[in-house]
């Protein structure tokens, strides 16, 4: 038996970052020799076992072999004759088909070193068209790498692009779409994840009501960017600079669906795009089976934030109106996540990325404003019913005019 330490592990250990998670191949085991040094099987399509202590990943060499469409349609032979080189050769990029020895050692029959010093993601052999989750996972590495520099190589993006044209990537269930658009806005740049999937063509396909985005213009005065992609792009950009909100990251992406939808005749215009967008963004969640948590925050975002860029002109009424439709007094944390959003959204923008702007400031003093009037109070005082929801929006109007006029 011989166990290596493979895949990012050893990637992320050569390039200097942190490593969280290890993945390990056992060459020359069966089963019953692992459950016999007390490793618990997990595995259902081939053989992978927790370590008893660490509770880390050990999975029997494997190889595997394309029987059917998608990227479930493999068979896989897990056996001790299977060697480490068979093993590595299965693995998508040659920066992820690596493998170190207990003394240190890297056995890397694909290339990987080369690659890394080239800062190059290539894909291993052929055979990495038969499995379309590769394109996204392409993608999401070209997001997590693309501070250190790494591009795709022509040649790998070559087969992206027959993937997508063959009809593979219809075959992604929605669940593992999600996770991996879940880990690309997680990285510092999330733009690069649609930027590298629009390039290869999985976009439309995809996520289709973003890639309608390309190709509609906006009033140059307000989006100097002009081009409703490249402005959802830097918003979303924007979002990850300003949190690691992932919820809020999301609601970035989709909050301008509905420019997509307006019709040409009405360009760059686009009125009532907020209402057209809440459509789209529930098709959208519900298709990818999107956290309930998550799709909340888009349709309020999708819906309100021109109230937010429109906040110094809002009347105290229609301020009020507003942070009860966000449930701001029950929710403030979601508040903060809808500010938080809004602010992307005006910074995603070509020379607002550092602008201070107001509006985050009048909202939120606004909130605080209202906040601080206690439904308590009137009812010490007597008041029931109606009359207590009646003096509350008065009371909570006046406080919010008193610190505008401020």
Same mark, same amino acid.
């Given at each position: 038996? &011989?166990?290596?330490?493979?895949?990012?592990?050893?990637?992320?250990?050569?390039?200097?970052?942190?490593?969280?998670?290890?993945?390990?191949?056992?060459?020359?085991?069966?089963?019953?020799?692992?459950?016999?040094?007390?490793?618990?099987?997990?595995?259902?399509?081939?053989?992978?076992?927790?370590?008893?202590?660490?509770?880390?990943?050990?999975?029997?060499?494997?190889?595997? $072999?394309?029987?059917?469409?998608?990227?479930?349609?493999?068979?896989?032979?897990?056996?001790?004759?299977?060697?480490?080189?068979?093993?590595?050769?299965?693995? !998508?990029?040659?920066?992820?088909?690596?493998?170190? =020895?207990?003394?240190?050692?890297?056995?890397?029959?694909?290339?990987?070193?080369? !690659?890394?010093?080239?800062?190059?993601?290539?894909?291993?052999?052929?055979?990495?068209? &038969?499995?379309?989750?590769?394109?996204?996972?392409?993608?999401?590495?070209?997001?997590?790498?693309?501070?250190?520099?790494?591009?795709?190589?022509?040649?790998?993006? /070559?087969?992206?692009?027959?993937?997508?044209?063959?009809?593979?990537?219809?075959?992604?269930?929605?669940?593992?779409?999600?996770?991996?658009?879940?880990?690309?806005?997680?990285?510092?740049?999330?733009?690069?994840?649609?930027?590298?999937?629009? &390039?290869?063509?999985?976009?439309?396909?995809?996520?289709?009501?973003?890639?309608?985005?390309?190709?509609?213009?906006?009033?140059?005065?307000?989006?100097?960017?002009?081009?409703?992609?490249?402005?959802?792009?830097?918003?979303?950009?924007?979002?990850?600079?300003?949190?690691?909100?992932?919820?809020?990251?999301?609601?970035?992406?989709?909050? !301008?669906?509905?420019?997509?939808? /307006?019709?040409?005749?009405?360009?760059?215009?686009?009125?009532?795009?907020?209402?057209?967008?809440?459509?789209?963004?529930?098709?959208?969640?519900?298709?990818?089976?999107?956290?309930?948590?998550?799709?909340?925050?888009?349709?309020?975002? =999708?819906?309100?934030?021109?109230?937010?860029?429109?906040?110094?002109?809002?009347?105290?009424?229609?301020?009020?109106?507003?942070?009860?439709?966000? !449930?701001?007094?029950?929710?403030?944390?979601?508040?903060?996540?809808?500010?938080?959003?809004?602010?992307?959204?005006?910074?995603?923008?070509?020379?607002?990325?550092? $602008?201070?702007?107001?509006?985050?400031?009048?909202?939120?003093?606004?909130?605080?404003?209202?906040?601080?009037?206690?439904?308590?109070?009137?009812?010490?005082?007597?008041?029931?019913?109606?009359?207590?929801?009646?003096?509350?929006?008065?009371?909570?109007?006046?406080?919010?005019?008193?610190?505008?006029?401020?």
């Amino acid at each position: 038996m &011989e166990i290596y330490m493979v895949g990012g592990a050893v990637r992320d250990q050569r390039l200097g970052l942190p490593v969280t998670d290890r993945d390990w191949v056992v060459v020359g085991a069966t089963p019953e020799q692992m459950s016999s040094r007390g490793f618990v099987p997990v595995g259902k399509g081939f053989p992978v076992f927790l370590h008893p202590e660490t509770h880390e990943e050990y999975a029997m060499a494997r190889t595997e $072999r394309k029987v059917a469409p998608g990227y479930t349609g493999f068979t896989f032979h897990a056996a001790p004759d299977v060697t480490l080189e068979q093993d590595l050769a299965r693995r !998508d990029l040659t920066i992820n088909a690596m493998a170190m =020895t207990p003394d240190g050692r890297i056995i890397d029959p694909c290339g990987g070193l080369r !690659d890394l010093e080239l800062r190059v993601l290539r894909h291993v052999s052929p055979a990495f068209v &038969e499995d379309p989750l590769r394109i996204l996972r392409v993608a999401r590495f070209a997001t997590r790498f693309a501070a250190q520099g790494f591009r795709i190589a022509p040649e790998t993006m /070559t087969l992206m692009k027959q993937v997508v044209e063959a009809g593979e990537v219809d075959a992604l269930v929605p669940e593992r779409i999600w996770v991996e658009l879940r880990r690309a806005l997680g990285e510092a740049v999330p733009a690069r994840f649609f930027e590298v999937l629009r &390039e290869c063509g999985a976009l439309q396909r995809i996520f289709p009501e973003i890639a309608q985005l390309f190709g509609v213009p906006q009033p140059e005065k307000y989006h100097p960017e002009i081009d409703t992609g490249v402005h959802t792009l830097l918003v979303v950009n924007q979002a990850a600079i300003l949190t690691a909100d992932l919820e809020v990251r999301f609601a970035a992406l989709v909050h !301008d669906l509905g420019k997509g939808a /307006t019709p040409r005749d009405q360009w760059p215009r686009h009125i009532s795009h907020e209402e057209r967008g809440v459509p789209l963004v529930k098709q959208l969640c519900e298709r990818l089976h999107v956290p309930g948590k998550y799709r909340e925050l888009a349709l309020l975002v =999708t819906h309100y934030h021109l109230y937010f860029h429109r906040a110094a002109e809002l009347r105290c009424t229609t301020l009020l109106d507003l942070l009860q439709k966000l !449930d701001a007094f029950r929710r403030p944390q979601r508040f903060e996540q809808f500010l938080a959003a809004c602010e992307a959204d005006s910074r995603g923008r070509f020379g607002y990325e550092d $602008r201070k702007l107001p509006q985050r400031d009048i909202l939120w003093t606004a909130y605080e404003a209202a906040a601080a009037v206690k439904s308590s109070e009137l009812v010490a005082q007597g008041l029931t019913g109606a009359a207590i929801a009646k003096a509350l929006r008065q009371r909570r109007c006046a406080a919010i005019e008193a610190v505008r006029s401020v």
